[in-house]
């Protein structure tokens, strides 16, 4: 009896943990849409977010969707081989990675990298009081430091996974084209016949949710981040677990949603 008392108190703890941090980011999700809207507009500031969040994290993302691709080639050939159907490859990994597993992978590689940079950064300057300075001279710190790193996360993600869709369909043709014997414009014939324009917008039209959620969650750990530097690992932390959990499960409802447009 004891037992399940505690265990009915810890699911009620964690319950409440949830919707406490669910509101504080709803919250915080209003404040960042005020911010967007007051001038002077942060247009550099923007502009070198970007790089930061795209041009440094353009590596990491093809090295991960042109492995996938391959992988995906690899596993769909054994399937298809058993009903004589190998040399349609293409149109599995074609429709993987541009409907799903382009955009998510990116998104939660993104939440690990750049997640975890933006708390880190903001947490570091939360803890030595530099948030509080900006206050002080009357500065905005949603205007000068949320907004631009959040409406960058927005900007970049769809143009990062349309580099991961490419790329991981690559992967797929050199796997089939060397390993599976596939003639490359039949693999490129099937692709080209497989995909139509609402699979590829269905699956970039999830990428900018994804980085408002690796915004957001990101720049509101950071800004929250007490207790010193174990206070910017924890937010640290949190950031790529919290964004990793709301990317897959938000997933699933603009997968939804997309299907029913």
């Given at each position: 009896m004891t037992a399940l008392i505690s265990a009915l108190r810890a699911l009620f703890d964690m319950g409440g943990r949830f919707l406490t941090n669910l509101g504080g980011l709803s919250v915080f999700l209003a404040r960042t849409a005020a911010a967007s809207l007051k001038r002077p507009f942060?247009?550099?500031e923007v502009i070198r977010q970007m790089y930061e969040v795209g041009n440094k994290s353009l590596t990491i993302v093809a090295i991960t969707a042109i492995f996938t691709g391959m992988v995906l080639a690899l596993q769909t050939a054994v399937g298809l081989t058993r009903f004589g159907a190998k040399m349609y490859v293409g149109s599995i990994v074609s429709m993987s990675m541009v409907r799903e597993l382009g955009p998510t992978?990116?998104?939660i590689i993104m939440a690990g990298r750049v997640g975890a940079g933006i708390s880190a950064e903001l947490g570091s300057m939360a803890v030595t009081e530099q948030v509080d300075a900006l206050r002080a001279i009357g500065a905005s710190p949603m205007r000068k430091l949320v907004v631009p790193r959040v409406l960058a996360c927005i900007l970049v993600m769809p143009l990062l996974a349309a580099i991961a869709d490419v790329l991981g369909i690559l992967g797929g043709a050199v796997i089939s084209t060397s390993e599976l014997h596939v003639n490359w414009n039949f693999y490129i014939r099937t692709v080209r016949d497989t995909l139509v324009l609402r699979d590829i917008t269905s699956g970039l039209g999830k990428a900018p949710f994804f980085g408002l959620i690796i915004g957001?969650?990101?720049?509101?750990?950071?800004?929250?981040?007490?207790?010193?530097t174990e206070g910017v690992g924890r937010a640290t932390t949190k950031t790529v677990v919290t964004a990793s959990i709301a990317i897959l499960v938000s997933d699933f409802f603009l997968t939804k949603l997309f299907l029913l447009l």
């Open positions: 942060e247009f550099r992978l990116t998104a957001i969650v990101a720049c509101h750990n950071g800004l929250t981040t007490r207790g010193g």
